[in-house]
């Protein structure tokens, strides 16, 4: 299958097969008014199976949210049809307002307004604890 | 800003800055009588603890400061629903330095952005407690003359017991010591302390069920109470409370350089007649309490003596 080259946009590619929906949904792409294109479960030599997400507009997005998800993925800039920046994805040092603390006697559980923050302690095996209770965070987001 | 929310924030140096002042303090405790003059502490108390309290207030008294203060959330204004951020930042406009205990983890660390004093954390819920375990660091430095090669048993719940995770960190920085770390299974330290803390600094370390044949080989006994407010299950609370207590009896399978140290309150973990043994020092403990929070408050209002 083939879906069209874009112009002009950002190119997620080698995500985890699975996790495409996931991405999508976090970086809010529903709300977009360009094409926004997800290829699931195709064949990659490297990967066996992965899904690809293409936007066909340039916009901010935040890396560290898609770092924490699924760390491999590669972003690539798109202009004039060109690849013109390729970035790596690395964990994040801390992650703010993407999950939630489930501690219920953490501060946070009581006074809503407090960010949600948490820092990586863990980088091999991808641990993140909150910065006020230091809970581990949930490997997942949902 | 100048705050102690936990206990590792203290470099090792630090810790022993701290252990100097306080026994200059013992030693000579007029030089401190005003050392903090005119300067007011606030213990903001959102959940009751007398004794951390009293502890607190004693050693603003005797460096010559004042305190004012609550001591429980329903005469405070967090019972109208204000949050930590906005009362401490009001509390921050009349006193010099904060000690705030407070049932919600992280609270403390929350008072830090907006109180514009240095805030010490004086219980958050299960989470820090350093203070606590500054009493028992002096204790411990009192008793043996040092940190070094020590074996050290933690007795008791060492699975929610805060006191007891803190002290493995701290004491987990000095040479030549080792755990033996004696709970029920229920109530054994928790994988992630032993992963990253334990044998992340190559420790050795025993987990066991035996207080009697353990005894022996230690050097100090950390006893801690099985607390009512962690279980969910009453029955499990009963079955487990009364799992180690020391009697006169074990005492006499220590060595006689044992120290046996408690964070208190008690409830009948140690029996009273183990009171008279030397070798009993939780009550040396509270004392020594009293003068680690002079040196911290010394250290963080920036006091030069
Ligand atoms: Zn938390």
Redesign the interface.
Known sequence: MIVDQIEEGIVLDHITAGNSNQIYNVLGLDKLDCTVATIQNADSVKMGKKDIIKIGKLIDIDLDIIGYIDPGVTVSIIKDGKIVERKKLALPETIKDIIKCKNPRCITSCEQELRQEFKLVDRENKIYRCIYCESQAPKHIK | MNNLIDIMQLSVEEIDKLIETALDIIDNPEKYAEACHGKKLATLFFEPSTRTRLSFEAAMYELGGNVLGFSAANSSSAAKGE???DTVRTVGCYADIIAMR??????P??ATRTAGVPVINAG????NHPTQTLADLLTIYREKGGFENLTIGLCGDLKFGRTVHSLISAMSRYKGIKFVLISPEELKVPK?IIS?VIEKNNIPYEEVTSLEENMPKLDILYMTRVQRERFFNEADYLRLKDTYVLTPDKMKLGKDSLSVLHPLPRVNEISVAVDDDPRACYFKQVLNGKYMRMALILKLLEVEV
């Open positions: 949050s930590v951020a407070h049932p919600k983890e992280g609270a660390l929350v958050d819920g299960g989470h992630y990253d």
